[in-house]
């Protein structure tokens, strides 16, 4: 393979070249900001002695976990929740409730934590509520545009097969668009990563990694800050993995290329 | 010239009643139509009746009242001589695209389509194992739609709606896109479709003329009526038929090395102009 078409848009090239490519721009990277004159950021070694600090004498990996479980609860009931507004939203009778919660996406979370707060009367709860409260309004929104967008012969389909009603909603939503529902889902993961430190601080004595963040930034401990987003990330990665590689089990259809193979 | 092979008609399988759907403007207008059951000695000998117009005339929407998709503002289609208008799932529709549940193994869309027809999970299995082998699908069942041939693809959207409709089956412009020899190869699958029960009846909507007259015993020509000018007036209705039968051109596997099926289709095309 010639080095210039690397630069060329939609370049064919190997997976092998793929790795090394990013592996040498990561090292590339690390090697500039390590080497930099330039002290904005910490470096990656003072991050690192953060980190081992943070893990040490801050509970890190405790506080690690105790987001990580109000992370998956709100993904679990966020999308629970949206995947119901969007069945509901094939009748009717339910498609103006979905346009609402939809529409709820451009709304920031003042007022509402005082609303959740007073419902649910616990720190956890709380969180839980607010961040997939945050979650489910934008999938919705990506699951009523991709149910727009399902042809109308789809429906007709499933109506000459005999189905009717909720069992086409069945077929076309619930397993017809599963694959869907599952990448919706990893893209609400990282959304509720990034939402995490806002709902963390209005409840910071219940703890959790993004409180931690909010005290190392108020002191201004930038390494510590770096430290944590960077534990953010490496988790997040790994949950965004483990989504696909789940999606790839229970969607095996969406990996699947045609063989060939006569008329 | 070929003697026409003997047969006759039975009782009436599908009747297409002053059908009228309208818009902003009339787009079917008064079709009426009407398949009987043909017989022929020693024979299991099936109805296939191909339905040929212009592009945006109507034919789609024509699909869809005769399997039921839509209830036409007026008139109505009937199956079986019975009074009431037909319902979805009566009629097997394999539309062009030939859809199938990607999410579902080749299986897994037969046995679908086989159970709700009322099947106990026995039946439904033996039905599903027959169509497979009839289909030479036999390796396909456990692969997805994604991993089929257009070809294998056409004939699983086939074999589902064979498994849940009583005998009809609806197919929008299943030759579309082919090399000759894939429409050959389209053709002997709804030629042999139709031959495999008495009262399968196959409507196809084509543009293709070369094909419809190689599997057709009736053609239907939808268009709309002109006024003196030569303006279309009117929603579409038949326009014409040609009773393929009766003019000795159906069933014959070797119609193409006759002369008369190429001075049908040059007026059929020559018609076509004026639909």
Not at chain 1, 22 to 37: E, N, P
Not at chain 1, 104 to 133: C, Q
Not at chain 1, 233 to 245: K, P, R
Not at chain 2, 65 to 84: E, K, M, Y
Request: charged share 15%; with cysteine; glycine share 8%.
């Amino acid at each position: 393979m010639k080095l210039v078409n690397l630069m060329l848009p939609f370049a064919p090239v190997r997976a092998r070249w793929v790795r090394l490519l990013v592996a040498a721009q990561v090292a590339a990277a690390l090697a500039l900001w390590s080497f930099s004159g330039y002290r904005a950021l910490p470096t990656p070694g003072e991050i690192g002695g953060a980190w081992m600090d943070l893990v040490r004498h801050q509970d890190l990996l405790a506080e690690l976990w105790v987001s990580l479980r109000v992370s998956l609860m709100a993904l679990g009931l966020s999308t629970l929740a949206a995947v119901t507004i969007a069945c509901l939203s094939t009748a009717p009778l339910f498609m103006p409730l979905a346009r609402l919660a939809a529409a709820l996406r451009f709304l920031g979370f003042a007022g509402f934590t005082y609303v959740f707060m007073l419902v649910s009367g616990d720190a956890i709860v709380l969180r839980v509520a607010i961040l997939a409260f945050g979650m489910t309004v934008f999938m919705v929104t990506a699951l009523l545009a991709d149910l727009a967008a399902m042809p109308r012969g789809r429906i007709d389909h499933c109506r000459t097969l005999g189905m009717q009603h909720w069992r086409i909603t069945g077929e076309l939503v619930l397993l017809g668009k599963a694959d869907v529902i599952l990448d919706l889902a990893r893209q609400n993961a990282a959304i509720g990563w990034t939402l995490l430190t806002l709902v963390e601080g209005l409840t910071r004595s219940a703890g959790g990694i993004g409180a931690l963040l909010l005290n190392q930034n108020r002191y201004f401990l930038l390494a510590g800050v770096f430290a944590i987003q960077a534990t953010i990330l490496v988790v997040g990665l790994a949950q965004d993995a483990l989504l696909a590689w789940a999606k790839d089990i229970a969607c095996p259809w969406r990996t699947l290329d045609k063989e060939p193979s006569a008329t | 010239m070929n003697a026409a092979p003997a047969y006759s008609l039975g009782e009436r399988l599908l009747t297409i009643d002053n059908v009228s759907v309208r818009y902003d403007r009339p787009i079917l207008d008064g079709v009426t139509g009407h398949i009987d059951n043909i017989r022929r000695q020693g024979l299991m000998q099936g109805q296939v009746v191909c339905l040929l117009g212009p592009s945006g005339i109507g034919k789609s929407q024509l699909f869809r009242c005769i399997a039921g998709l839509q209830r036409p503002h007026s008139g109505s289609v009937r199956l079986n001589g019975s009074g009431r208008e037909v319902q979805p799932g009566e009629v097997g529709v394999v539309a062009q695209d030939y859809p199938l549940f990607d999410h579902r193994s080749v299986w897994s869309n037969l046995m679908l389509a086989a159970r709700r027809h009322g099947r106990d999970a026995h039946e439904a299995t033996e039905a599903c194992l027959a169509l497979l082998k009839k289909f030479g699908l036999t390796d396909c069942g456990l692969r997805h739609p994604m991993m089929l041939s257009g070809g294998q693809r056409q004939r699983v959207a086939i074999a589902q709606q064979l498994l849940c409709s009583s005998h009809f089956l609806l197919m929008d412009e299943p030759f579309s896109g082919l090399d000759p020899l894939s429409k050959t190869a389209v053709c002997n699958t709804l030629v042999d479709v139709s031959t495999s029960h008495e009262l399968n009846t196959i409507i196809v909507v084509t543009h293709d003329i070369e094909s419809a007259i190689r599997i057709a015993d009736q053609l239907w020509l939808l268009g709309r009526s002109r006024d003196a000018q030569g303006n279309p007036v009117g929603g579409a209705s038949i326009q014409e038929t040609y009773d393929l039968a009766a003019m000795g051109l159906a069933w014959d596997p070797d119609i193409e090395s006759r002369p008369e099926f190429h001075d049908l289709a040059a007026a059929l095309k020559a018609r076509f102009a004026t639909l």
